[in-house]
C-alpha cells in the first residue's frame, strides 16, 4: 500500500502562492552555468578584497613583527567586516538588478511569455517565479559571506546584531532592486534599457532626493532632525551606515534619534511588495506588445557614413537625446557650484558627492559592460551574429567598431563625470596634492579600457548578454582593484616592500613611489585591456553558436 | 561552382557531417533535403565559413573555404534558418548596413537598396522598423539581404518556413527569377514539394551522410518507380489484368484502389486503379491502352506513376537523428 502524503497546510499554502513557475524557475536557477559562474567569481572578489584589506592594515604596516598583527586583530577585523558589508550590500543588490532586467524581454524573445498566459498561471506567479529565482542567487552569496562575518566576530570589533541587521538591509535592499528592475523589465524589451532607467530610478531615489531634502533642511526649509529620521528609513545606504562598522570614510550625518532598522526593512519590503504589485499589472500588457519604443520609430531613415558596425549600434548618435544633453547640463551646473560656492567643502552634505560620483560610475561601467559585452552577446541570442560574420568585414572592424559605438555611446556620461570629478578633486584637494589629479585621469582612461577589452572578450566567449556582462563586470571589479588598482592587495604588498622603514608617510619619496606605482598599476590596467582585446579577435569567429 | 570532397565535421564524439561529397554546377538550384539533424544546416555553415570542418574540403568558385574564407564571403549569400535582425534599424538602413559591409560605395547603395527592395516587393516597407515585420516579411527583408552585394551563390537554410502559401509561391517565383539571373542556389527545406518544383538536383542527407544526390530522374530507380503506370478501368477490373497479365512486357499488376459503387454525386466514375509494372527497359502506355481497348475493357485513364518527393524523402532516409 502507497504511504499516503502528509498533508501540510504551510507546504500547500506557499505552494498555492508561488505556482508551477516558481517550482520550474527554481530549480532551472540552479542548473544554470552563469549561477556557478557567478558564485565563484563572487567569492574570488571577497577572498581578493579580504586579502587587500588586511595586506593594507597589516602587511603594510608590521614591519615584519609578528605581535603587531595580532595586537590589531580586532580593528583589521572591523576593517574587512566593513569591506564584506559593502560589498555585499552593493554585489547583491547588482545581481538582483542584473539578473531581474531581462527576465520579461528573454521570456518575450524565446516566445514562452505569451503561452504560459495561455495557461491557468496567473501573473502573480509569473513575477513570483522570477523574482524567487533572481534574489535566489543574491541570498545565495549573502550566504556565502555569512561564516566569513562569523569568522571576524571571533576575531572581535563585531557585534551579532550588526551582523544581523545588515543582513536584513541588504536582503530588503536587494529584494527592491530587484522588484525595480523586474517591473522595467516590462517596460524595455533589453536589459541594457532596463537596467539604465534602473540606475535612474535609485539615483534619484537614493542620491537625488536625499541631496534635495539636506539642501532644503540646510536652508531651513525643512525640519533637520526629521528629515535626517525620515532619510535613515527610506534610505538603505544610509540605514547601513547607521548600523554596520565604518571603515569608510566619510561618515553621513549621523542616523536620527527615530532610526530603527527592521522598520526601514519592514519599509523597503513593503516599497519592493508594491513595485512587484505593479510588475503583475504590466505583465499581460507588456506580453501584448506594450513595451517602451525607442524613438527610432518616428524619425526619418538614416544614411549610413563611415564604420558599419559602429553606425549600426545607434544610427542616430549623431544626434544627441535628451538624456544626454541632460546629464552635460547637470555636470557643469555641479561643477560651477563646486568652483564658484566652496560651500560644500568639508559639508555633511559632501557625503552624497562622494555617493553620487561613485554611483554615477559604477552606472557607467555598467552601461559600458553593456554595450561592450552585451553588444555581441545580443546579437548571439538574436541569431544576427552569425548573419554578421558571413560579411567579409575583418575582425578588427568588427571589434574596432563596437568599441567605438560603445564610447560614442556613453561619451557624455563618461565625460561629464570626469569632469565634475577633476573639479571636485581640485577642490578638495591641497596644491601639493594636485598630481594626484592627472593619475586620476590615467585611473579612469585605463578602466575604460580595460572594461572594453573585458567587455568585448566576454561578449564573444559567451552566449547570453546576462553572462556576459556579469563575468565583464567580475573581471573588470578583479582586475582593477584587486590586482592592478591602487588599493589591491598586490599594490599593498608592494608598497609595503618598497616603502619598509619609512616613517613619514607624507616625504616627497614616500610620494613620488605611490605616485610612479599608481601610473605603472594603471597602465597595467591598460595593458589587460588590450591583451583581452587581442584575444577577443582571435576568438571571434571561435563561439558563434 | 561548389564542391566539397570528403567533408566531415565532428562536435566531440558526435559526427555531425561524415565523408561528404557533392558537386553543384553553376547556375543549378540544389535541394538539399533530410530530416531534423542529419548535417544540412552544419555543412551549410562550413559552406558560408561559419564553421571550420574537422577534415575534408569545401570549395565555392574554386576557393577553399577554410583559407580564403573573406573572398568566399564576398562570392555567398547566406540565409541561416532562424534569422536575426536589428530590432532599432529600418528596412533601408538594414540594407544599406549590409551593403556598407559588403563594401559597396556610398554613391551606389541607394541605387542598390532600391533595386533588391524592388525585386523583393518591399518598396513600401522601407520606411518600418526591421522587428515591426511579419514573419513572411522577414523572410523576404533576409533574401533582399542576400542579394545585396549581388552573389554568385546563395545558400539559403530553409527560406520557406513559417510563410503562408501565398508568401511560398512568390518566394519560389524569386528563386525561380535568380536562377535566370545565373545564380547558383542550395536550398534546404522541408516543405518537399518546394522543391520539387524548383530544383534543378537534390540531395538527400541522413546522420551526416549523403544518402542520394542527383537529379529527380535520376532518383526513380532507386526508388523503383520506374517503368511503373497507373492504370484506372470502369468495373472491378478482373477483365483488364487477366489482360494485362499475360502480356510478355508486363512483370505484374496488381490492385491498389476500387471504387465499388456509384455515390450517385458528380464526381470520378466507379472504378478499379491498377498498378502495372514493366519489365526493365519495355514500358509503353501505348500498349495498355490498346491491350485494353481491343480486349473491351472501359479505359477510364492512364498516367505513369509520379515521384513524390516526399515519398523518395520517406524511403530513402529511416528518420534516424544522431
Redesign the interface.
Known sequence: MQAMPTFSPLHYGLRRLLGALSDKELRSASRRRRSYALRSGYIVLLCALMLATWYRFIGLQNAGVAAFGVSRASVVSLQVAGQVIMFQFVAAQLIAALMLSSSMGDELHRGTLGVLLTTPITSLHIVLGKLLSGLLQSVLLLAISLPVLAILRVLGGLAWNEVFATFWITLTAALFAGSVSLLLSTYY?HSFSALSAGAAVYLALFIGLPFAASCLAAAGVLNQAATSAFLDLLNPFRSLHAVAPQPWRPRPPAAGAFFSWPVHCLIMAGAAVAVSGAAVGRIRRAAAGGWLR?A??FRP?????GS??A??ED?AGHVWRKGEIAIAVLALATCVLLVATKRFRNSPLMVYHYYGLGSLWLMAYLRLALATAGGIAR?KE?????????????ERQILWGKAKAAWRREAVLLLSLLTVEMCFLLEATDAQDRLMVVVYVLFRLAAVCLLTGTGLYFGVRLRTTTLAVAATLLTFLFVNYFIVGQHSALSAWIFGKLLAGYINWSSPTVQLVSLVWMAAAYLLDLAVGLVLWRRARRNL?AY?? | MIEIQKLTKTFGSLTAVSNLDLSIGAGDIFGFIGPNGAGKTTTMRILVTLMEPTSGAALIDGLDVTKKGKDVRRRVGYMPDFMGVYDDLKVFEYLEFFAAAFGIEFRKRKSIVDGVLELTDLVSKQDALVDSLSRGMQQRLGLARVLIHDPKVLILDEPASGLDPRARIEMRELLRELKRMGKTIMISSHILSELEEICDRIGIIERGQLVFSGTLEEIRPRLGIQGKVRVKVLGEGLRAMELLSVLPQIQSVEVIGAQAAPSGLAGEAPGTTLLVTFKEGQLSDGLIARTLVQGGVDLVCLQPEQLKLDDAFLQLTQGIVH
Open positions: 524589451r525607442p527610432g520609430g531613415v538614416e544614411r549610413l557614413h558599419p558596425v553606425w549600426k544610427p546579437e538574436s541569431g544576427a551574429w552569425q548573419v554578421l560574420l558571413t560579411t567579409p568585414l575583418g569567429r558563434i553558436f
